[in-house]
């Protein structure tokens, strides 16, 4: 933009400034103006008041009737070549300005720059102490006043302190998100020496490179871990959930076990001697099949963060399947390492061969007197569905704990051992637990509760979807329903109202013994349409055998993990004429 004297009263025949021209080219010229004005006003006003410049000149204020362009100087000089002149004084204003507006943009800049550490410097930030420092690319962070607030719990975020963050977001890579930085951000102190190259460990490879490949038709909720879901419409078109399809639940990467070099090892009692069990001598104990029905706590999490955000995984209904497991009884393998029932209180551990790179495992535990009671079923599993087990399911041995959440059946098993109290793994203390609704995370305390086992009674619809269009007439609704603890389904109640009127389903399946009602029942119901309805509010609620119901709504269940998700389920239908 040229920037020319107006007309001035002091002058004659000086022309007037431009107006800028409109649209982004105007938007630019008008900024260009306001930056000038900031840089050269203050230098042209104290050069008006010296005495040694010849030229009188005056400056005012002239602006356009468009409200919105900025105030912007102008100049009018008199006398003989005053034109030419004029020109220079503002040829050298306008230098004199640029060095003083990049002078003064140098001192910004210097008062903002963000203060430098080495890596020994953060690492010296790791405790309560000394505060919390971490990482992240060149960035350094003081996180001590997150570190209880994490959603992990602060054991987790504390595996970090002093160092960088890189490990463990390429193993919980959900971290990797606009909303986690934000909030990081939040805690920024400096940033990290260029100098400083960061330690080889960095360079390591991606942990889960080495991860199975997956089937395309699973609803994937997460990569890293990998975390999917059948979709609902091939969820229950076998009473066997395919191998393939199976819903994944993993914590960690998937180790690649070798079978020949796989060893168990089973803690014994005090004054007997541990086991080390190969697969070859697992095959020795009697075999052992039953079929099992296994549900992520947060199975149907969705519905919970409808109604209010939790923190989790977005399951679906489809957090849950059903194979047929063989392998060992746990109770011989504990009694062969001379394991026995206690008039104490007692737990069986577990802990995975899946890690992370701390060389933390998963773990979890169960009571040892389920495990001891050869009538509970619990396997160490090393077939599924006639086949040995998958990588993403726990090649070569899992835990499978019949009637109780998925997250105590611990794949790709180690190492078991038998101790006064539960499991200290994560897992295990501080998560699957349920909480009232009025408890979030400033007041959340995780040995106030305990740990799940046995879930609710559950149910879902899968055909129709949400959202989908049927036919009048006749509809058919599909499903499944199971109960944890063996507590078998009695009933499936379904309405296409909304709640007002109920139809009892028709169970498939297999049938089952009292109290051993492993698996879940299939069911289904054909039902004519209302005449006239353009649209059914599709709920449905099971009954167990002792008589346990669905609560109808999520909120009096709602709870800040979003586990225990068993309301009424829903789903809502077009009908055509």
Sequence with gaps: MVLAPPLC?????????????????????????????????PCLRQACRLQSVPSRFCIRACSTNDSLQPQCPSLAF??????????????????????????????????????????????????????????????VFDVTEFVDLHPGGPSKLMLAAGGPLEPFWALYAVHDQAHVREILAQYKVGELSPEDKAPSTLKTSDPYADDPVRHPALKVNSQRPFNAEPPPELLTENYITPNPIFFTRNHLPVPNLKPE????????????????????????????????????????????????????????????????????????????????????????CFEGLDSDPTGTAYGASIPLARAMDPEADVLLAYEMNGQPLPRDHGFPVRVVVPGVVGARHVKWLGKVSVEPEESYSHWQRRDYKGFSPSVDWDTVDFDSAPSIQELPVQSAITEPKDGETVQSGEVTIKGYAWSGGGRAIVRVDVSLDGGLTWQVAELDGEEQRPRKAWAWRLWQLQAPVPAGKKELNIVCKAVDDSYNVQPDTVAPIWNLRGVLSNAWHRVHVRVTP
């Design 78 to 139: 008199s006398g003989a070549n005053s034109s030419t002149r004029g020109w220079r004084v503002m040829g050298t204003l306008l230098g004199l300005g640029a060095v003083l507006a990049y002078h003064d943009h140098r001192c910004r800049a210097a008062e903002k720059s963000p203060r430098i550490y080495t890596r020994e410097e953060v690492k010296s930030h790791s405790s309560l102490e000394t505060r919390i420092w971490v990482t992240l690319g060149c960035e």
């Design 9 to 41: 009263p002091q002058s004659s025949g000086v022309r007037r400034v431009k107006k800028p021209p409109s649209g982004p080219r105007g938007r630019r010229a008008r900024s260009a103006t306001m930056l000038l004005h900031r840089a050269v006003i």
């Design 261 to 348: 070099t796989y060893r168990l090892h089973v803690v014994g009692p005090p004054g007997c001697q541990s086991l080390s069990l190969s697969l070859d001598d697992l095959y020795q104990f009697p075999k052992h099949e039953v079929t099992v029905t296994l549900q992520c706590a947060g199975n149907r999490r969705s519905e919970m963060t409808q109604f209010k955000e939790v923190k989790g995984l977005e399951w679906n209904a489809g957090a849950i399947s059903t194979a047929r497991w063989a392998g060992a009884r746990l109770c011989d393998v504990l009694a062969k390492a001379g394991h026995q029932l206690r008039e104490t209180e007692a737990h069986v």
